[in-house]
C-alpha cells in the first residue's frame, strides 16, 4: 500500500510538471515583440527582429546608387529624402508618385543614431527600409500591407498622389474616441525623445499592428486603396496632394488592406468602415512559406487576435470595450488555405447563418452573430457581425463543419419528412385524378 501510494505522488508530480512545461509563459501574443528593456544597443535587436525574411515581410533590397527600393510586394525611388512612385506589386498600382518631409530642426537625429546605431541616413535591414535625418523619419516596410510609417516634427509632410487617383478623407473618424487619440498623442509626445523601447516600436511596428487615428484618408487608384492614419496632426487636399502638418510630432500611417485591393464590393466596405459598422481588420497571408498576419485597427475600443490555426481553419479572439455591436473583417490570402469559394464560421464554438453582405452590414441584433464572405481575386474577404461584446472566439473555415448538435438532427430530419409526406400526397392525388 505504501508502494502504491508513492507511485501515485511521483505519477501526479510528473503530470503537473509536464502540464507546466507545455503552458506558454504568458498569455499574450507578442509576435516577436521587442524586450522592454532594451538599451543603447538596440541594432542587435532589430537585426534579430527583422533580417529574417519571413518576418512580417519578404527580404527588400536598397541600391543606394540608383536609389532603387525593391521587395516583393513594392518598390519605389529614393534620393535625397524624396521617394518617388511607390508601387504595390500585388495589383501593379502606383499608389504614391512623390513624398517628403519638411521640419524644425531638432536632435531627433542624434537621438536615432544612439539608440539605433544607424550611421547613414538611409538603410536597408531585412524587410525594411529606413530614412532619418534631424526633423523626420520614414520607414518602408516589405510586406503584404506595404505598410508605410513617417513622422516630422513642427513641420509637413507632403504626399503626391497620381491623376487617377482618388482621395476620399474624414477629419474626425467617430471610431477613435478622442481620449485614446489623446493617449496616443501624449504616449508619443513623451516618448519620441525618451524611452526607446516605446518610440522605437512606432517607427519600426514591432507588432506589425496599425491603429486609425482621428483624421483618416483613403487613396483609390483604379480599386488599389490605401488608408492613411493621421495622428497628433492636421491635413488638407489639394490638387492630389495631401500635406499634414503639426507644430508638434504628427505621426502618419499608410497601409493598403490585401483584402480590398480590386475587391468587388469595395463602395460597401468603405462606405462601412468610414461610418463605423466595419471595426477591424486581420490579414493572414504566407510569406515566404510562414503564415504571417497584419492587424488595422479602425476602432480605438477593439481588439482582433489571430490565435492559432490548422490546416483547414484560422482562430481569431475579439473583444471590445465597447458594448455596441460592431463587424469585424478578416482576410485570407489564398496562398493560406485552399479556396473553396466559401467560408463556414464559428461564433463561441457554434456555428452561425451565412447572410448577404449587404443585409449584414444592416443588422442590428443584440444575440445573434451572422458572417457573409466576399471573394476577391487575391483571396476571400469573411465579414462577421458581434451582437455584444464580452470576449469572444472566431473559427473560420474552407471546409464545412460536421453537424453534432441533435437539436440540428431533428430539424433537419422533420424537414425530410415534411418532403416526403407531401411527396406521398402529391402522388395519392394525382392517381385519384
Same mark, same amino acid.
Given at each position: 500500500?505504501?508502494?502504491?501510494?508513492?507511485? &501515485?505522488?511521483?505519477?501526479?508530480?510528473?503530470?503537473?510538471?509536464?502540464?507546466?512545461?507545455?503552458?506558454?509563459?504568458?498569455?499574450?501574443?507578442?509576435?516577436?515583440?521587442?524586450?522592454?528593456?532594451?538599451?543603447?544597443?538596440?541594432?542587435?535587436?532589430?537585426?534579430?527582429?527583422?533580417? +529574417?525574411?519571413?518576418?512580417?515581410?519578404?527580404?527588400?533590397?536598397?541600391?543606394?546608387?540608383?536609389?532603387?527600393?525593391?521587395?516583393?510586394?513594392?518598390? +519605389?525611388?529614393?534620393?535625397?529624402?524624396?521617394?518617388?512612385?511607390?508601387?504595390?506589386? =500585388?495589383?501593379?498600382?502606383?499608389?504614391?508618385?512623390?513624398?517628403?518631409?519638411?521640419?524644425?530642426?531638432?536632435?531627433?537625429?542624434?537621438?536615432?543614431?544612439?539608440? =539605433?546605431?544607424?550611421?547613414?541616413?538611409?538603410?536597408?535591414?531585412?524587410?525594411?527600409?529606413?530614412?532619418?535625418?534631424?526633423?523626420?523619419?520614414?520607414?518602408?516596410?516589405?510586406?503584404?500591407?506595404?505598410?508605410?510609417?513617417?513622422?516630422?516634427?513642427?513641420?509637413?509632410?507632403?504626399?503626391?498622389?497620381?491623376?487617377?487617383?482618388?482621395?476620399?478623407?474624414?477629419?474626425?473618424?467617430?471610431? *477613435?474616441?478622442?481620449?485614446?487619440?489623446?493617449?496616443?498623442? +501624449?504616449?508619443?509626445? &513623451?516618448?519620441?525623445?525618451?524611452?526607446?523601447?516605446?518610440?522605437?516600436?512606432?517607427?519600426?511596428?514591432?507588432?506589425?499592428?496599425?491603429?486609425?487615428?482621428?483624421?483618416?484618408?483613403?487613396?483609390?487608384?483604379?480599386?488599389?486603396?490605401?488608408?492613411?492614419?493621421?495622428?497628433?496632426?492636421?491635413?488638407?487636399?489639394?490638387?492630389?496632394?495631401?500635406?499634414?502638418?503639426?507644430?508638434?510630432?504628427?505621426?502618419?500611417?499608410?497601409?493598403?488592406?490585401?483584402?480590398?485591393?480590386?475587391?468587388?464590393?469595395? @463602395?460597401?466596405?468603405?462606405?462601412?468602415?468610414?461610418?463605423?459598422?466595419?471595426?477591424?481588420?486581420?490579414?493572414?497571408?504566407?510569406?515566404?512559406?510562414?503564415?504571417?498576419?497584419?492587424?488595422?485597427?479602425?476602432?480605438?475600443?477593439? $481588439?482582433?487576435?489571430?490565435?492559432? &490555426?490548422?490546416?483547414?481553419?484560422?482562430?481569431?479572439?475579439?473583444?471590445?470595450? @465597447?458594448?455596441?455591436?460592431?463587424?469585424?473583417?478578416?482576410?485570407?490570402?489564398?496562398?493560406?488555405?485552399?479556396?473553396?469559394?466559401? +467560408?463556414?464560421?464559428?461564433?463561441?464554438?457554434?456555428?452561425?447563418?451565412?447572410?448577404?453582405?449587404?443585409?449584414?452590414?444592416?443588422?442590428?441584433?443584440?444575440?445573434?452573430?451572422?458572417?457573409?464572405?466576399?471573394?476577391?481575386?487575391?483571396?476571400?474577404?469573411?465579414? *462577421?457581425?458581434?451582437?455584444?461584446?464580452?470576449?469572444?472566439?472566431?473559427? $473560420?473555415?474552407?471546409?464545412?463543419?460536421?453537424?453534432?448538435?441533435?437539436?440540428?438532427?431533428?430539424?433537419?430530419?422533420?424537414?425530410?419528412?415534411?418532403?416526403?409526406?407531401?411527396?406521398?400526397?402529391?402522388?395519392?392525388?394525382?392517381?385519384?385524378?
Amino acid at each position: 500500500m505504501k508502494y502504491k501510494l508513492i507511485i &501515485s505522488v511521483m505519477v501526479v508530480v510528473i503530470m503537473v510538471m509536464s502540464m507546466m512545461m507545455v503552458l506558454p509563459v504568458n498569455g499574450n501574443n507578442t509576435n516577436n515583440a521587442p524586450n522592454a528593456s532594451m538599451s543603447s544597443s538596440i541594432n542587435s535587436t532589430i537585426y534579430g527582429h527583422f533580417k +529574417a525574411e519571413n518576418n512580417f515581410g519578404a527580404k527588400l533590397t536598397y541600391n543606394s546608387t540608383t536609389g532603387m527600393i525593391s521587395g516583393q510586394y513594392m518598390h +519605389a525611388n529614393f534620393k535625397n529624402g524624396v521617394f518617388t512612385n511607390l508601387t504595390y506589386n =500585388l495589383t501593379s498600382t502606383m499608389l504614391i508618385s512623390k513624398m517628403y518631409a519638411n521640419g524644425t530642426s531638432v536632435s531627433l537625429s542624434s537621438f536615432i543614431n544612439k539608440h =539605433l546605431l544607424i550611421n547613414n541616413n538611409s538603410y536597408a535591414i531585412g524587410n525594411m527600409f529606413m530614412y532619418m535625418n534631424s526633423t523626420s523619419f520614414f520607414v518602408l516596410h516589405n510586406n503584404p500591407t506595404i505598410e508605410t510609417n513617417m513622422a516630422v516634427h513642427d513641420g509637413e509632410i507632403h504626399i503626391y498622389l497620381p491623376s487617377s487617383a482618388k482621395i476620399y478623407s474624414t477629419t474626425n473618424n467617430t471610431q *477613435v474616441s478622442a481620449s485614446a487619440n489623446a493617449n496616443f498623442n +501624449a504616449q508619443l509626445k &513623451s516618448t519620441m525623445f525618451g524611452e526607446v523601447s516605446t518610440s522605437t516600436n512606432l517607427m519600426l511596428n514591432f507588432n506589425n499592428t496599425i491603429n486609425a487615428g482621428r483624421q483618416m484618408i483613403m487613396i483609390d487608384n483604379n480599386g488599389t486603396v490605401a488608408m492613411v492614419f493621421v495622428h497628433n496632426g492636421n491635413f488638407m487636399v489639394k490638387n492630389n496632394i495631401i500635406t499634414v502638418y503639426s507644430k508638434s510630432i504628427a505621426m502618419v500611417n499608410i497601409v493598403a488592406p490585401p483584402g480590398l485591393q480590386k475587391m468587388p464590393d469595395n @463602395a460597401t466596405v468603405i462606405h462601412n468602415i468610414f461610418n463605423g459598422r466595419i471595426s477591424s481588420e486581420i490579414a493572414l497571408n504566407l510569406v515566404n512559406g510562414t503564415k504571417t498576419n497584419s492587424t488595422i485597427n479602425y476602432n480605438s475600443s477593439i $481588439v482582433l487576435k489571430y490565435v492559432h &490555426s490548422t490546416k483547414t481553419t484560422d482562430t481569431f479572439d475579439v473583444n471590445s470595450s @465597447a458594448h455596441h455591436s460592431t463587424i469585424v473583417s478578416i482576410f485570407i490570402g489564398k496562398n493560406v488555405t485552399k479556396d473553396t469559394g466559401h +467560408a463556414y464560421v464559428k461564433f463561441d464554438g457554434s456555428t452561425i447563418t451565412y447572410v448577404s453582405l449587404s443585409k449584414l452590414v444592416n443588422e442590428t441584433s443584440t444575440s445573434k452573430a451572422y458572417y457573409s464572405d466576399v471573394n476577391t481575386s487575391s483571396g476571400m474577404y469573411v465579414f *462577421v457581425y458581434v451582437p455584444h461584446f464580452s470576449n469572444h472566439t472566431i473559427e $473560420v473555415s474552407n471546409a464545412q463543419y460536421p453537424i453534432t448538435n441533435l437539436t440540428e438532427y431533428y430539424v433537419i430530419g422533420g424537414v425530410i419528412a415534411v418532403i416526403a409526406i407531401a411527396g406521398i400526397a402529391a402522388i395519392i392525388i394525382k392517381k385519384r385524378k
